[in-house]
Each structure stands twice: as C-alpha cells, then as structure tokens.
C-alpha cells in the first residue's frame, strides 16, 4: 500500500480532532461572551437564555469551524439521510430498547465509579446537571435539551463522520464517531454512556443508511430523561412508577441486546496504517483533543 494512502487515516483523524477543538473552544468562548453580554444588558440571565446561547456557540459559532477545517477531507459518501434498508417497526423498538438499556446500565456503573472518586477525592458532587434541570422551563427542555441535540448531534457525529470516515470502514467510523460524540459533552458524567450510546447509533447508521433511526432513539432518550422524569418531582407514587418503567425497558433493552449480538456484523476495516490505534492516539490533532477534552473535564470535576 502506498504510504500516501496510509496516513490518510492519521490525517483524517487528525484533522478531525483539530476541528472538535476548535469547535468546542469556540462555542465555549462565544456563549461565554454572549452571557456576559446578557448579563450586562439584562438584570435576569435565566437557564432557559444561557440553554439557547450555548446552543447558538456549538451549532452557530463552532460548528461552521468544523465543517471548514473538515472541508479538506474528502466525502466518499453520500449523506445517510434516507434509509438504505429500512427498519420494521418491531425491529425499531427493540433498537431503541437497546439504546435506551445500554445507557442505563453503564449510566449507573459510571455514576457509582465517579461517585466513588470524588469521595475518596474530597471533590464536590457532580450534579450541576440536574441542578439546572430544575430551573429549565417545559418548552426550553422540550427544544433545547430534547429536539435540537437529538437532531443536531446526529447530524452531526452521526451523519457528517459518516461522510469523512466511512471510506476507512465501519468499525473505524463507529468507534471514532463515538469517542467524539461522548467526549464532546466535556464532562466524565456522560461521557461513558454518551460513548455506548453513539457505538450503537454508529452502528444503526451502518446497519439502515440513515441518522433517522438515531434521531428518534436519540430524541426519546432525551425527552424521557429531561421531560418526563423531571415531571414527576417529588411526587413518591410518580417517582416509583417511572423507576419500575426505567427498569423494565433497561430489562427489555438488555434482553433485545442479547438477541441482536449474534446477528451484529460490520465489514472489514480498508486502508489502515498497520497501527490504527497508533495512528488515532499519535497525531497532533487527537492529541490537542485528548488536553481539551480532559483540561475541560477537570474543570467540571472541580466545580
């Protein structure tokens, strides 16, 4: 193999990760900017304003600095916006089982493992999270925390990797999508199950030619977790009813994963270095990723 053709990959990855860093440094500046900005000009800054502006950083001033920096790749794929092969609504909802239970579980073993660590560490609780939720309005965590990531980041780890990534071969693409897609969300709170989650949504992409399936599952994902289950407040017939529902469709999830984990292919990866995992931690873009992303989760951990 020509050694052009070998470090396509290192350079593709490495652009990437070059992008995701400027893409999130940027919408990080920018809504940073913009809620000073608010706050000068305005005697109430609430969470509903600061959801829409960091929003409007990640999708109105960061991501046009990715799709630039991105723009020296080449596509070899058409957008996976219409389904190749299309999903039966049976097999939909066991997809979405899967999703919705591999979150679940790994949700609740990451919470324990960095509960564990701030404890021994003497650091704060990491729940600014559902700190904000508490102050988000119905219609804000209806659009801005359900609607738009769903969409949004689906289109754009999902769809947009797809194009740049898929010449490399499946397993690559989903890997790599999903690393980004959980590591994106700048904390270890999420990260874990961001990562799981993006595997199998990579994978459905694969799998039917389309980010819709993702979309969907994606949304309800988000809508069950910012909507439904805060709905419930303090109410302990509520709150018992939504913790015996999370527990049987994880349940059903996890029993649709075993099913479907015989029937799980992905073609044969083309045009790797000998080294791939060199390649994607070894190039100065990953490595300018990889300081970002654990600068900004340190951050996060020390409140």
């Given at each position: 193999m020509p050694q052009k053709k070998r470090n396509d990959f290192a350079v593709a990855v490495g652009l990437l990760g070059l992008g995701f860093t400027c893409m999130l440094v940027i919408s990080m500046l920018g809504a940073s900017l913009m809620t000073m900005a608010a706050v000068w000009t305005t005697d109430k800054v609430t969470t509903d304003l600061l959801?829409?502006?960091n929003d409007v950083g990640i999708y109105g001033l960061g991501l046009p600095v990715l799709l630039a920096i991105g723009h020296f790749l080449p596509s070899t794929a058409p957008f996976p916006l219409?389904?190749?092969?299309?999903?039966?609504?049976?097999?939909?909802?066991?997809a979405a089982a899967v999703g919705y239970g591999s979150c679940m579980v790994v949700n609740l073993a990451s919470l324990l493992l960095l509960t564990a660590i701030r404890?021994?560490?003497?650091?704060?609780?990491?729940?600014?999270?559902?700190?904000m939720m508490d102050q988000?309005?119905?219609?804000?965590?209806?659009?801005?925390?359900?609607?738009?990531?769903?969409?949004?980041?689906e289109l754009v780890f999902r769809g947009y990797l797809y194009r740049k990534l898929i010449r490399f071969g499946q397993l690559p693409y989903i890997l790599i999508s999903a690393f980004f897609f959980g590591s994106f969300h700048g904390n270890l709170d999420q990260f874990f199950y961001a990562f799981v989650l993006g595997c199998w949504l990579g994978y459905l992409v694969c799998r039917t030619g389309s980010v819709v399936y993702g979309m969907l599952i994606h949304l309800f994902i988000n809508f069950f977790s910012s909507c439904v289950l805060t709905s419930a407040g303090e109410s302990a017939v509520a709150n018992t009813l939504l913790g015996a529902c999370i527990l049987v469709m994880a349940g059903w999830g996890l029993v649709q994963l075993w099913d479907f984990h015989r029937r799980l292919f992905v073609r044969p990866a083309t045009g790797l270095p000998a080294h791939p995992v060199r390649a994607v931690l070894l190039n100065p873009g990953m490595i300018l990723w990889f300081i970002t992303f654990v600068v900004v989760c340190v951050l996060n951990l020390l409140g």
């Open positions: 959801l829409l502006l219409r389904p190749v092969r299309a999903l039966r609504p049976v097999t939909f909802a066991r404890t021994l560490a003497g650091l704060p609780e990491g729940d600014s999270v559902n700190g988000v309005s119905p219609w804000a965590s209806l659009i801005l925390i359900s609607l738009v990531p769903a969409v949004a980041e």
